[in-house]
């Protein structure tokens, strides 16, 4: 059937999708000390307060639980229950719902690319593309982590939520492809980051259910931890006293009604307040709270508890560019699997989608304008309408045009940062962030480079039943650049220049991170600088992204300083401490 290349293209931004039942794997699981935030009491007492309930926070919450009392606020509810977290089919389906209540709260940079920050318990886990894979062990060493530790806590994770996935043939030619040009070795199935080509962990398991950091929580101690949702809190109380650094010792948060609570920390030299908000809230919540910049804090009327100028900055999003190339056979529904992992510092990754238009109502997947990929927005036309008006062309395609899918490069770094700012003092509202895509030259660099191995992909012989053999790559190049999805000016030239193409067409994989680095924020037990009783522990602390997806060492690091504090707190090494409870 004689297709137009404009046709196939709109067809495969309209995403992987093409059902919500609820996998038959889905268990739900009992949380007795999970409840509404409405039923808290005015004035609580814990031994650790955990500000987000997130990737992070949720393994914090669940080791710290084992010995002491902890309280867990997350502003977003839970993810149980809705089939456009659960399932692999309906991937995209939460990042589309620009709802009050959606799980995912889109905010677009001030460089002008729509992202998304989760709201939700399991945060990002239960939002992303589902890829697992761990950090190298260069990075742990720089990181300063203990490395026998580090293993034991990845290992800790994987019980609960990683898989192997299935790979079909999609997947499969990325794979072969990327070896055929010459991404060597292939190291076949692994959680580990190695140079060459390998075949990642996924947290969907064979039956397309997703599993997320929320399920951590099943390692908790139910009779030492409360977990309260939609609990969103406007700030950290401290005790300042002449010629001592200010003591963090409350927290104050709102319930879904609107009305106030406050929780303290129990008296003891150790209790701590623990921000694990991501890497927009953490940053967010410190200014609120009196720790930021001053002058900034000043033009909100916001008290000053400690000038720290570094509170917002270093923030950084790695960037993604992807190419489209439609398929004349049919192909799998699959999220990101293979990846190649270049000597230069770019990733490759692939997604693909046999049947883009199954659900109804049609929804938008991972390269759709109305969760923001491809749909670089300048700043006048950032509007409701323009996106409407980008996902309306798609709505009566031809279901022979969806076929085909992505293969796509992440830079490693990256090495570009920008900053965050506050443009209220209300919580629920996002703060201003710039990411500076692509500032530095030598992250472009690597963007090129990425697509030169992209484009030897899809020439490759092992890719050729998945492309059209009148469609070369300046082609696809080009209609990728093109397309009316994506809002900024167009470039003739795109597809002769690379550099022109990672410009035009950057999108984001929501690996941002930065705002509380360690070293400028934080110290290397992820102490806020300047006061006591308080710590980050989330990406906002990360200096540059580990691996090609953070979401595995978030969630290892939050049961890694787990059992750190809990080893502080009662004079043991961390490692050989048994606080793990047999699920």
Known sequence: MAVSCWTLFFAALSGILFSTQLSASQKVPNYTFMRNATTAPDISNYDYIIIGGGTAGCPLAATLSQNYSVLLLERGGSPYGNPNISNLAAFGAALSDTSPT?????????????????????????????????????????????????NESYEWVEKIVAFEPEVKQWQSAVREGLLEIGVVPNNGFTYDHIGGTKVGGTIFDDQGFRHTAADLLQYANPSAITLLLHATVHRILFRVKDGSKPMAHGVVFRDSLGRKHRAYLKHHPRSEIIVSAGALGSPQLLMLSGVGPAEQLRAHNIRITLDQPLVGQGMSDNPMNAIFIPSPEPVEVSLIQVVGITSFGSYIEAASGENFAGGSPRDYGMFSPKIGQLSRVPPKQRTPEALAKATEAMQSLDQAAFRGGFILEKIMGPISTGHLELRSRDPNQNPSVTFNYFQEPQDLERCVQGLSVVEKIIESKAFAPFRYPNMPVSVLLNMTANSPVNLLPKHTNSSLSLQQFCRDTVMTIWHYHGGCQVGRVVDRDYKVLGVDALRVIDGSTFNYSPGTNPQATVMMLGRYMGLQILSQRLGAPAADQTYQKTV
Not at 130 to 139: D, K, L, Q, V, W
């Open 102 to 150: 959606s799980p995912a709260q889109r905010f677009i940079s001030e460089d002008g690319v729509i992202n998304s920050r989760a709201r939700v318990l399991g945060g990002g886990s239960c939002l992303n593309a589902g890829f697992y894979t761990r950090a190298s062990p260069e990075y742990a060493r720089e990181a300063g982590w203990d490395g026998r530790a580090v």
